[in-house]
T-cell receptor, first 113, second 112 residues
Framework: GENVEQHPSTLSVQEGDSAVIKCTYS??????FPWYKQELGKRPQLIID?????GEKKDQRIAVTLNKTAKHFSLHITETQPEDSAVYFC????????????FGTGTRLTVIP | DAGITQSPRHKVTETGTPVTLRCHQT?????MYWYRQDPGHGLRLIHY???????DKGEVSDGYSVSRSKTEDFLLTLESATSSQTSVYFC???????????FGPGTRLTVT
């Protein structure tokens, strides 16, 4: 099955700085890559996703890039704010049928005011 | 919140007892999923359903069974709970036509 690796496991940045989280995947057939944000004690929430037919997608301060050749994708958060502090998970799936997601192990982002 | 509820939200049970967790959705979504979340492992798929009475195994299905007799309900059963099944369990749904998955609020299960 698919194997998704995520780095770093923890990340601390000063407020206003950028944060980058990186993931790699093993199955070249994967073509859908979502990112989830999970605050303490809450459910994971989908914040952005990308499909393999595009290389980059932006939504305000967050962006995701995808390199299919290298089988890696990244989450970029610019102008970080304290409310960005959370655990972020990447995932990969093949966009057919049940679209089962394979998750990375998470990155705990702390934004220091 | 995609109309997903989970019950119970917290449960403490003893080793060897059966446990059933319920996921309920109100929007007739075709696909439903059960994940467990453990430190250092992220979220791992236990079982999923692609319709009434249609279910299949995920990557960590041993020790778990599921049932879906109605579109709106997806039940996860631990036939004989073990301490290794102490975890937070999340249900998720997807519309099916689109791959996005949305999660329920979770159930924290402790097996003593």
């Amino acid at each position: 099955g698919e194997n998704v690796e995520q780095h770093p496991s923890t990340l601390s940045v000063q407020e206003g700085d950028s944060a980058v989280i990186k993931c790699t995947y093993s199955d070249s057939a994967s073509n859908y890559f979502p990112w989830y944000k999970q605050e303490l004690g809450k459910r994971p929430q989908l914040i952005i996703d990308i499909r393999s037919n595009v290389g980059e997608k932006k939504d305000q301060r967050i962006a995701v890039t995808l390199n299919k050749t290298a089988k890696h994708f990244s989450l970029h958060i610019t102008e970080t704010q304290p409310e960005d502090s959370a655990v972020y998970f990447c995932a990969a799936s093949i966009e057919t049928g049940a679209n089962n997601l394979f998750f990375g192990t998470g990155t705990r982002l702390t934004v220091i005011p | 919140d995609a109309g997903i509820t989970q019950s119970p939200r917290h449960k403490v049970t003893e080793t060897g007892t059966p446990v059933t967790l319920r996921c309920h959705q109100t929007e007739n979504h075709r696909y439903m999923y059960w994940y467990r979340q453990d430190p250092g492992h992220g979220l791992r798929l236990i079982h999923y359903s692609y319709g009434v009475k249609d279910t299949d195994k995920g990557e960590v299905s041993d020790g778990y069974s599921v049932s879906r007799s109605k579109t709106e309900d997806f039940l996860l059963t631990l036939e004989s709970a073990t301490s290794s099944q102490t975890s937070v369990y999340f249900c998720a749904i997807s519309v099916g036509r689109f791959p996005e998955q949305y999660f329920g609020p979770g159930t924290r299960l402790t097996v003593t």
